[in-house]
């Protein structure tokens, strides 16, 4: 079954349709390449420009100048030339660049001299108590709903956690008259010093007046509870109440209908793991980022890596990255792309970069919301607690792949998205060494689940018959 | 709980099933913002506890908004978008055989 008509080669494969894959095949398409941007959504924009051109949320300012910027993003990139395929899960890699990708519930392999991975960033995971009840999902979640859908939490509504995204969340809410009950803020008051020698170059980064017309907006209509240190959902089938405490505080409850967790985002590196390419642990943003030259190419040959996916900087920085690697794929293929627009994007992205090390101060997560322990559950879809994986660490298991084996944990659809940086920061504490030492899941084709049926459709080739079945 | 902002006029709709109750859905929607619109709480079941989950990452990660649709399982609620005539159902626990 063969629902879209995909090539068996191309020169260009870029994967994911955010800033930077729209970007990246913008250029190659334009500098005469043969290029395909394959995306799971539904319609180009990524997250960030979610829904972009068929949001049901009309009225501009609701969402903000930062979001219809990506409207431009969009229109270049249908003109390029480029094919676009929606809809499309990626579920295989190799370092040969054989791609395994399905589309409507069929699968098929395709091809491309130089791939782009530009997958984007995931929600970093927020493991407390009740974080699994119906009524708690993530603030990116609720932004989604709002972009593409025209929804907006009703009753009781409260916000927890840190990082520009929950500011911005909270904006778009009340600019679109939702009610926000309260914000949970769980910045540690450590961080406000800490992330002072680093004001002066955000100033300059263009994020200054944006970032600050907007916490203070939001500051004058909505409770915000400071320096939260602790934080449970509490219910039986869904989320009823959300129990916090400040410091040394007592604890104290709010009812809520909805609980919306953010604690910032990580590199979605799931895809890049799979086909080999090296990645290392990022101290300043806790998590793994791959290892790339200033152009993106990554530890594999013809592979390049741009975009959040590439190490967490926001969606401009994003969209240049994504033109830096591609104008290197041009080159390197033995197309050309003229010098000032390599300048230029070179330029853009260190204006870009200056504000950085200010938010990943400011908003490093604090480690008690980071390193849960006790009943909360770690891996959400084999339920598997932070006091199994402390135990099982102190019993001599060294690294999440054992873990896996010991406890399942990491073994559900997921994939380790929601669970392998909290288990890779509990090894590495539980062991006394650094994460880098204690590693990641070993990932393995599909990097998304399909079914035997697909499998069994295609050519056989030695990704499909290593790869294994969805439960 | 979810609400609608007040959208265009123009804006489609599509009739669905879920779990046997007719809900007119927006064209456009996905299955898991259908869902939530319909004021449906939770989408599955886990397999290891029986616990009810509702979808929680809205992009295709989580695989908590999980439920049968048009009678095949484990599709995820997120990603796929309504049809007029589509049959959702909630999930229990694993991927029953045979769907
Ligand atoms: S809600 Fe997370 S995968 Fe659908």
Same mark, same amino acid.
Request: net charge positive.
């Given at each position: 079954?063969?629902?879209?008509?995909?090539?068996?080669?191309?020169?260009?494969?870029?994967?994911?349709?955010?800033?930077?894959?729209?970007?990246?095949?913008?250029?190659?398409?334009? !500098?005469?390449?043969?290029?395909?941007?394959?995306?799971?959504?539904?319609?180009?924009?990524?997250?960030?420009?979610?829904?972009?051109?068929?949001?049901?949320?009309?009225?501009?300012?609701?969402?903000?100048?930062?979001?219809?910027?990506?409207?431009?993003?969009?229109?270049?990139?249908?003109?390029?030339?480029?094919?676009?395929?929606?809809?499309?899960?990626?579920?295989?890699?190799?370092?040969?660049?054989?791609?395994?990708?399905?589309?409507?519930?069929?699968?098929?392999?395709?091809?491309?001299?130089?791939?782009?991975?530009?997958?984007?960033?995931?929600?970093?995971?927020?493991?407390?108590?009740?974080?699994?009840?119906?009524?708690?999902?993530?603030?990116?979640?609720?932004?989604?709903?709002?972009?593409?859908?025209?929804?907006?939490?009703?009753?009781?509504?409260?916000?927890?956690?840190?990082?520009?995204?929950?500011?911005?969340?909270?904006?778009?809410?009340?600019?679109?008259?939702?009610?926000?009950?309260?914000?949970?803020?769980?910045?540690?008051?450590?961080?406000?010093?800490?992330?002072?020698?680093?004001?002066?170059?955000?100033?300059?980064?263009?994020?200054?007046?944006?970032?600050?017309?907007?916490?203070?907006?939001?500051?004058?209509?909505?409770?915000?509870?400071?320096?939260?240190?602790?934080?449970?959902?509490?219910?039986?089938?869904?989320?009823?109440?959300?129990?916090?405490?400040?410091?040394?505080?007592?604890?104290?409850?709010?009812?809520?209908?909805?609980?919306?967790?953010?604690?910032?985002?990580?590199?979605?590196?799931?895809?890049?793991?799979?086909?080999?390419?090296?990645?290392?642990?990022?101290?300043?943003?806790?998590?793994?980022?791959?290892?790339?030259?200033?152009?993106?190419?990554?530890?594999?040959?013809?592979?390049?890596?741009?975009?959040?996916?590439?190490?967490?900087?926001?969606?401009?920085?994003?969209?240049?990255?994504?033109?830096?690697?591609?104008?290197?794929?041009?080159?390197?293929?033995?197309?050309?792309?003229?010098?000032?627009?390599?300048?230029?994007?070179?330029?853009?992205?260190?204006?870009?970069?200056?504000?950085?090390?200010?938010?990943?101060?400011?908003?490093?997560?604090?480690?008690?919301?980071?390193?849960?322990?006790?009943?909360?559950?770690?891996?959400?879809?084999?339920?598997?607690?932070?006091?199994?994986?402390?135990?099982?660490? !102190?019993?001599?298991?060294?690294?999440?792949?054992?873990?896996?084996?010991?406890?399942?944990?990491?073994?559900?659809?997921?994939?380790?998205?929601?669970?392998?940086?909290?288990?890779?920061?509990?090894?590495?504490?539980?062991?006394?060494?650094?994460?880098?030492?204690?590693?990641?899941?070993?990932?393995?084709?599909?990097?998304?689940?399909?079914?035997?049926?697909?499998? !069994?459709?295609?050519?056989?080739?030695?990704?499909?018959?290593?790869?294994?079945?969805?439960? | 709980?979810?609400?609608?902002?007040?959208?265009?006029?123009?804006?489609?709709?599509?009739?669905?099933?879920?779990?046997?109750?007719?809900?007119?859905?927006?064209?456009?929607?996905?299955?898991?913002?259908?869902?939530?619109?319909?004021?449906?709480?939770?989408?599955?079941?886990?397999?290891?506890?029986?616990?009810?989950?509702?979808?929680?990452?809205?992009?295709?990660?989580?695989?908590?908004?999980?439920?049968?649709?048009?009678?095949?399982?484990?599709?995820?609620?997120?990603?796929?978008?309504?049809?007029?005539?589509?049959?959702?159902?909630?999930?229990?626990?694993?991927?029953?055989?045979?769907?």
């Amino acid at each position: 079954m063969s629902a879209v008509a995909i090539r068996d080669a191309y020169d260009v494969a870029v994967v994911g349709a955010g800033p930077a894959g729209l970007a990246a095949a913008t250029v190659c398409a334009k !500098a005469g390449l043969s290029t395909v941007l394959l995306d799971e959504q539904a319609s180009a924009g990524g997250q960030i420009y979610r829904a972009i051109t068929e949001t049901p949320v009309r009225e501009k300012p609701v969402l903000g100048e930062s979001y219809w910027r990506g409207a431009a993003l969009v229109e270049a990139f249908r003109s390029s030339g480029a094919e676009h395929v929606a809809g499309a899960t990626v579920w295989s890699l190799t370092r040969e660049r054989e791609i395994g990708v399905s589309v409507g519930g069929g699968a098929q392999l395709t091809g491309a001299r130089r791939v782009i991975l530009c997958t984007g960033a995931l929600e970093r995971p927020f493991p407390i108590p009740g974080w699994t009840l119906p009524g708690v999902m993530t603030a990116g979640a609720a932004q989604i709903l709002l972009k593409s859908a025209g929804l907006v939490a009703s009753g009781r509504t409260v916000l927890a956690g840190c990082g520009p995204l929950l500011w911005l969340l909270a904006w778009q809410y009340l600019n679109a008259g939702a009610n926000i009950d309260a914000i949970l803020d769980t910045t540690a008051e450590e961080n406000r010093t800490r992330a002072l020698p680093h004001v002066p170059r955000f100033l300059l980064s263009g994020y200054f007046l944006e970032g600050l017309k907007l916490v203070r907006a939001v500051k004058r209509e909505v409770r915000v509870i400071s320096g939260v240190t602790a934080l449970r959902a509490i219910g039986d089938t869904g989320v009823r109440s959300v129990a916090f405490r400040r410091h040394g505080d007592v604890e104290e409850t709010r009812l809520a209908d909805t609980l919306l967790l953010h604690q910032g985002v990580a590199p979605n590196v799931n895809l890049a793991l799979s086909a080999g390419v090296e990645h290392r642990w990022d101290e300043s943003q806790l998590c793994w980022a791959p290892v790339l030259d200033d152009e993106g190419n990554s530890s594999v040959e013809g592979i390049a890596v741009a975009g959040d996916g590439a190490g967490i900087a926001g969606a401009q920085a994003a969209e240049w990255r994504g033109r830096l690697a591609a104008i290197a794929a041009a080159r390197a293929l033995g197309f050309s792309v003229p010098a000032v627009e390599e300048a230029r994007a070179r330029r853009e992205l260190k204006r870009c970069l200056r504000g950085r090390a200010f938010l990943d101060t400011l908003y490093r997560p604090a480690k008690s919301f980071r390193q849960p322990s006790g009943d909360t559950i770690v891996c959400r879809c084999e339920e598997v607690t932070a006091r199994q994986i402390t135990d099982t660490v !102190a019993l001599g298991c060294p690294g999440p792949n054992q873990m896996k084996a010991f406890l399942r944990c990491g073994m559900g659809l997921c994939q380790g998205r929601l669970c392998g940086l909290t288990v890779t920061e509990l090894i590495a504490e539980g062991r006394g060494v650094p994460p880098q030492q204690v590693g990641y899941y070993r990932l393995r084709p599909p990097v998304k689940p399909i079914t035997v049926a697909e499998l !069994a459709a295609l050519p056989k080739t030695e990704a499909a018959v290593k790869a294994v079945v969805r439960i | 709980m979810f609400q609608r902002l007040p959208l265009e006029p123009s804006g489609s709709t599509v009739g669905i099933s879920i779990d046997g109750r007719r809900v007119e859905a927006r064209a456009g929607d996905t299955v898991a913002a259908a869902m939530l619109a319909a004021g449906v709480v939770r989408c599955r079941t886990t397999p290891v506890s029986g616990a009810p989950r509702a979808p929680y990452c809205m992009m295709g990660v989580c695989f908590d908004c999980l439920v049968t649709i048009d009678g095949v399982g484990s599709r995820q609620g997120c990603l796929v978008r309504v049809r007029e005539g589509m049959r959702i159902e909630m999930q229990q626990g694993a991927r029953e055989l045979g769907k």
